[in-house]
C-alpha cells in the first residue's frame, strides 16, 4: 500500500468526460489499497473565460477580488470529481483552501504556500476516502484568499506530497512525458524517460509548459520523486528525480524556448560603483524579475551601456519606472518587445567541452544573430528575433543529437 499525490491539469479535467475518465484512474489506484489525495486544476479555459470577465469591467480590476474570482475555477473542478468518484462508488471529499487550511504569504496572484494543516486531509485518508484538493490556491493570515500564479497546481501538489510524506507524487497532463524539445512544434521531438530536478528546473523555467518551475525547486529541496505522465494512455511517463542516479552519455537533454521576453538596453549609465544596484532597486519592489543582465565596459571609463531582458508582460511597468525616476540617470533608452529566448539544457555540459561553441556556430549557419546571452552550469541560453526562434530550436536539436 503507497500513499500517492495525483494532480490532474486543466486539459486532464477538460470536460465531463475526461472528468470521468480521471475519475477511474483515482478509482484504480484505490482498488489496489492506494492512499490517494487529489489536486486538481481549473478546467481546461476556465481561468482565462474569468480573467476575461474581470478585464471586460476594468482594466486595473482588483488583484484581491480577481484572486477570490479565480479560485472558483478549481473549486467547481474539485465538487465534479468528488462527485464522480462518489458515483463510483469511491469514498471522496472535497476540501476549499480555506477548510485545510492551506496558508500563504506574498501578494495577491503571486503567493507562496507556506504552510498546511493535513489533520483534516489524513483523517479522511484513515477512514479510507480520497481527499480532492484545489490547486493554485490559499488563503492568508489576514483571511483573504489568495492564488500562487500560473500553473501553481502543481506547487500545491507537490507541497502536499511533501507535508504528507507520500511515496510519490504523479502529474497527470495532456502529453505523455517530458520532450526534448516541444513536440508540437517539432515532431521528432523525443520523449525523455529520466531527467533530474536541476534539468527540470531549467526547462521549466526556461519555456517548457509541462510543470512549474517552483514545484520543480520544491521537489528538489525535499527529494520528492515525481512522474509525469498522460491521463489519455497507460505509457510509462518521465521520472523526475535526483541527478546521482542518472547516466548523463548526452551534453545537452533538452531545448527550450520562450516567446514572452522583452530587452531594454540603457545607454551612456554613469560608470561608477553602485549604479546597477541602483537601476535595479525599484525593479524588485516592483515585483519585476529580471533576466539576463549584459555591461557593456566603457573604452572612456566614465559611461556603460547596461542590456536586461523581462518578461514581456512586465515591459510598461519597468519603462515607467525607468521614465519616471530621478535616481536612474542615463543618455538613451531603447527595447524590443519582439524577441524570444532559445535555451539549451543539459547536466551533460559540465563533463563535455565544446558545447558553447557548438551552439554559437549553429546559428550562425542559420544567419541567427545574438541579441543578448545568459549561461550556467547546465544551461545556455541566447535571445533572438522573434521570428527564427522555429528555426533556431529546430537547428540546435538537430545539431546536439536529440532528433
Known amino acids: 500500500m503507497k500513499k500517492k499525490v ?40 476556465k481561468t482565462n473565460e474569468l480573467i476575461t470577465l474581470s478585464k471586460s469591467l476594468s482594466k486595473n480590476f482588483s488583484k484581491r477580488e480577481l484572486d477570490v474570482l479565480l479560485s472558483t475555477g478549481e473549486q467547481v473542478t474539485c465538487a465534479l470529481i468528488s462527485g464522480a468518484l462518489n458515483e463510483l462508488g469511491v469514498k471522496a471529499q472535497s476540501f ?70 507520500t511515496d510519490s507524487c504523479e502529474i497527470y497532463t495532456d502529453v505523455d512525458g517530458v520532450y526534448s524539445t516541444d513536440p508540437n512544434k517539432i515532431p521528432v521531438a523525443k520523449k525523455i524517460e529520466k531527467i533530474s530536478y536541476e534539468e527540470m528546473l531549467e526547462l521549466s523555467s526556461l519555456g517548457a509548459k509541462v510543470m512549474q518551475s517552483s514545484a520543480v525547486q520544491i521537489a528538489m529541496i525535499y527529494d520528492i520523486p515525481l512522474e509525469v505522465k498522460s491521463t489519455f494512455t497507460d505509457r510509462q511517463g518521465t521520472k523526475i528525480f535526483n541527478k546521482e542516479n542518472l547516466d548523463y552519455s548526452k551534453a545537452v537533454t533538452g531545448v527550450a524556448y520562450s516567446k514572452d521576453d522583452a530587452k531594454i538596453t540603457l545607454q551612456a549609465v554613469e560608470d561608477k560603483p553602485g549604479v546597477a544596484a541602483e537601476i535595479f532597486e525599484p525593479f524588485g519592489k516592483s515585483q519585476i524579475n529580471i533576466d ?51 535555451s539549451i539544457v543539459g547536466a551533460g555540459m559540465v563533463t563535455t567541452p565544446g558545447v558553447t561553441y557548438k551552439m554559437f556556430r549553429s546559428l550562425a549557419e542559420e544567419k541567427i544573430n545574438i541579441l543578448a546571452i545568459s549561461t550556467s552550469e547546465i544551461k545556455i541560453s541566447v535571445i533572438i528575433d522573434e521570428k527564427l526562434t522555429l528555426k533556431a530550436v529546430k537547428k540546435l536539436h538537430k545539431v546536439f543529437n536529440l532528433d
Open 6 to 45: 495525483l494532480k490532474f491539469g486543466g486539459t486532464s479535467v477538460g470536460s465531463i468526460e475526461r472528468i470521468l475518465h480521471a475519475a477511474k484512474i483515482i478509482e484504480k489506484e484505490t482498488k489496489i489499497g492506494n492512499k490517494i489525495v487529489v489536486v486538481v486544476s481549473a478546467m481546461a479555459g
Open 96 to 165: 476549499m483552501n480555506w477548510q485545510i487550511p492551506i496558508l500563504t504569504e506574498g501578494e495577491n496572484n503571486n503567493a507562496r504556500i507556506i504552510n498546511m494543516n493535513i489533520s483534516k486531509i489524513e483523517n479522511c485518508l484513515s477512514q479510507g476516502g480520497v481527499a480532492v484538493i484545489p490547486g493554485y490556491q490559499g488563503i492568508s493570515r489576514q483571511g483573504d484568499i489568495t492564488t500562487i500564479g500560473r500553473g501553481g497546481s502543481d506547487a500545491t501538489a507537490v507541497v502536499i506530497a511533501k507535508i504528507l510524506n
Open 292 to 342: 539576463m543582465v549584459i555591461q557593456n565596459v566603457s573604452s572612456d571609463g566614465k559611461t556603460t551601456d547596461i542590456t536586461f531582458t523581462i518578461k514581456r508582460e512586465d515591459l510598461e511597468k519597468t519603462l515607467d519606472i525607468l521614465k519616471n525616476n530621478r535616481k536612474i540617470k542615463f543618455k538613451n533608452l531603447s527595447y524590443k518587445d519582439n524577441v524570444s529566448k532559445i
